[in-house]
C-alpha cells in the first residue's frame, strides 16, 4: 500500500548494499543499514543501486530506483544479460606474474569496460615476486597500456605501502577488480578492506539471519575512501554480444582510425588501405592489440 503522511515525508536516498532475494540492505546517508522490501514494479534491483525507501515498522520499503549510471551484466543460464551490479565507475583488472598473465584476456575486460562506459586500469599484483629482468620485462609487456590512457599501477599486499598506488586510485571511484583465477584478488580484497569483518558484522545484525554470506554481490566502504563491490560473480564476468562496431569502438586507440580505410567494409585483417593496419605500421597501435581486436572480432555480426 502506497505510504501516506508522516511516512512519506520521510523519503530518504539510500544505496543498495546487497540483495538476498527479495530482502534488500539499504545504507542511509549516514552509513546506516536497513532492512527493506521493494515494490515488485521497479524491476531488477542490484547491489550498487541508488534507490529512494522510506521507513516502516520494521525495516523499510523501496519505492523507486534511480537511473543507473553503469550496469555491469552476466549471461544467465538462458543466454540473457543479468545485472548483477550497478552504478560503478571503475573496473580494476588484477594480472601478476604468476599465473602466466593473458592479454587477450585483460583487452577483453577493458572492452567490456568501454562497452558499459566506465575507467579502467590494470594493476600489477604481486610484485614482490619479481625483481630484475623479470620484473622489467613484466612491466614492459605491459607499457602498451599507459600509452593509451589505462593506468598500469604495480601492487603487493604483502608490504608496507604496497597498496598505497592502488588505494589513491580507488578513492573517488565505485570499482570492482576482475582477473583470472589465482592473481590474488582475494587477498587484494581483504588488504584493501582491514574492517570487512566489521562491515560484514553489520550486515549480519541487520538481516537477522546470523553470519552475513558473500555469495552475493556487496558493496564496501574503503577506509582510504570510495567503494568496491565485491562479488565471485563480478570477478568473472565476461563480454556481452556485441557488434563488429561495437568492439572498434572498446578498443579506444582504433577509434581515430575507424572509417578512413580505403573499404568501407574493411576487416583490418588484410585488405590493402586499412588505415589501422598503416598505424600499427608507423607505431600508434601496438600489434598485439590489433591481433587481440582480430581475434574477437572473428564470429561476431557482420557491421553492414
Same mark, same amino acid.
Given at each position: 500500500?502506497?505510504?501516506?503522511?508522516?511516512?512519506?515525508?520521510?523519503?530518504? *536516498? /539510500?544505496?543498495?548494499?546487497?540483495?538476498?532475494?527479495?530482502?534488500?540492505?539499504?545504507?542511509?546517508?549516514?552509513?546506516?543499514?536497513?532492512?527493506?522490501?521493494?515494490?515488485?514494479?521497479?524491476?531488477?534491483?542490484?547491489?550498487?543501486?541508488?534507490?529512494?525507501?522510506?521507513?516502516? /515498522?520494521?525495516?523499510?520499503?523501496?519505492?523507486?530506483?534511480?537511473?543507473?549510471?553503469?550496469?555491469?551484466?552476466?549471461?544467465?543460464?538462458?543466454?540473457?544479460?543479468?545485472?548483477?551490479?550497478?552504478?560503478?565507475?571503475?573496473?580494476?583488472?588484477?594480472?601478476?606474474?604468476?599465473?602466466?598473465?593473458?592479454?587477450?584476456?585483460?583487452?577483453?575486460?577493458?572492452? @567490456? @569496460?568501454?562497452?558499459?562506459?566506465?575507467? @579502467?586500469?590494470?594493476?600489477?599484483?604481486?610484485?614482490?615476486?619479481?625483481?630484475?629482468?623479470?620484473?622489467? @620485462?613484466?612491466?614492459?609487456?605491459?607499457?602498451?597500456?599507459?600509452?593509451?590512457?589505462?593506468?598500469?599501477?604495480?601492487?603487493?599486499?604483502?608490504?608496507?605501502?604496497?597498496?598505497? *598506488?592502488?588505494?589513491?586510485?580507488?578513492?573517488?571511484?565505485?570499482?570492482?577488480?576482475?582477473?583470472?583465477?589465482?592473481? =590474488?584478488?582475494?587477498?587484494?580484497?581483504?588488504?584493501?578492506?582491514?574492517?570487512?569483518?566489521?562491515?560484514? =558484522?553489520?550486515?549480519?545484525?541487520?538481516?537477522?539471519?546470523?553470519?552475513?554470506?558473500?555469495?552475493?554481490?556487496?558493496?564496501?566502504?574503503?577506509?582510504?575512501? =570510495?567503494?568496491?563491490?565485491?562479488? *565471485?560473480?563480478?570477478?568473472?564476468?565476461?563480454?556481452?554480444?556485441?557488434?563488429?562496431?561495437?568492439?572498434?569502438?572498446?578498443?579506444?586507440?582504433?577509434?581515430?582510425?575507424?572509417?578512413?580505410?580505403?573499404?568501407?567494409?574493411?576487416?583490418?585483417?588484410?585488405?590493402?588501405?586499412?588505415?589501422?593496419?598503416?598505424?600499427?605500421?608507423?607505431?600508434?597501435?601496438? *600489434? /598485439?592489440?590489433?591481433?587481440?581486436?582480430?581475434?574477437?572480432?572473428?564470429?561476431?555480426?557482420?557491421?553492414?
Amino acid at each position: 500500500a502506497a505510504l501516506t503522511g508522516a511516512a512519506a515525508d520521510a523519503a530518504s *536516498p /539510500g544505496r543498495v548494499v546487497v540483495r538476498h532475494g527479495q530482502n534488500l540492505y539499504v545504507a542511509d546517508e549516514t552509513g546506516g543499514l536497513h532492512h527493506c522490501l521493494f515494490r515488485q514494479n521497479l524491476g531488477e534491483l542490484v547491489c550498487g543501486d541508488r534507490v529512494v525507501w522510506q521507513p516502516t /515498522g520494521s525495516g523499510g520499503v523501496v519505492t523507486a530506483r534511480l537511473d543507473r549510471t553503469s550496469t555491469l551484466s552476466r549471461p544467465d543460464y538462458a543466454g540473457r544479460d543479468k545485472a548483477i551490479a550497478a552504478n560503478i565507475t571503475q573496473v580494476v583488472v588484477v594480472v601478476a606474474a604468476r599465473p602466466e598473465p593473458s592479454e587477450y584476456l585483460v583487452d577483453q575486460y577493458l572492452v @567490456a @569496460a568501454e562497452q558499459i562506459g566506465v575507467a @579502467a586500469l590494470i594493476a600489477l599484483n604481486k610484485i614482490d615476486l619479481v625483481e630484475g629482468a623479470e620484473r622489467e @620485462a613484466l612491466l614492459s609487456r605491459f607499457a602498451r597500456y599507459p600509452a593509451i590512457g589505462y593506468p598500469l599501477v604495480t601492487v603487493s599486499a604483502k608490504r608496507a605501502q604496497g597498496l598505497a *598506488p592502488l588505494t589513491e586510485r580507488l578513492r573517488d571511484h565505485t570499482s570492482i577488480l576482475v582477473g583470472q583465477s589465482g592473481v =590474488g584478488k582475494s587477498s587484494l580484497v581483504n588488504a584493501l578492506l582491514p574492517d570487512r569483518e566489521a562491515q560484514t =558484522g553489520r550486515l549480519s545484525e541487520t538481516t537477522g539471519h546470523g553470519r552475513h554470506t558473500t555469495s552475493a554481490a556487496t558493496l564496501y566502504r574503503l577506509p582510504g575512501g =570510495g567503494e568496491l563491490i565485491d562479488s *565471485p560473480g563480478v570477478r568473472s564476468f565476461r563480454l556481452g554480444r556485441l557488434d563488429r562496431a561495437a568492439l572498434e569502438q572498446g578498443f579506444r586507440e582504433l577509434r581515430d582510425y575507424v572509417g578512413r580505410c580505403q573499404f568501407r567494409d574493411c576487416s583490418h585483417a588484410h585488405e590493402p588501405g586499412c588505415a589501422i593496419r598503416d598505424a600499427v605500421e608507423a607505431g600508434k597501435i601496438h *600489434p /598485439g592489440r590489433l591481433a587481440n581486436f582480430l581475434h574477437m572480432a572473428e564470429g561476431l555480426a557482420p557491421r553492414y
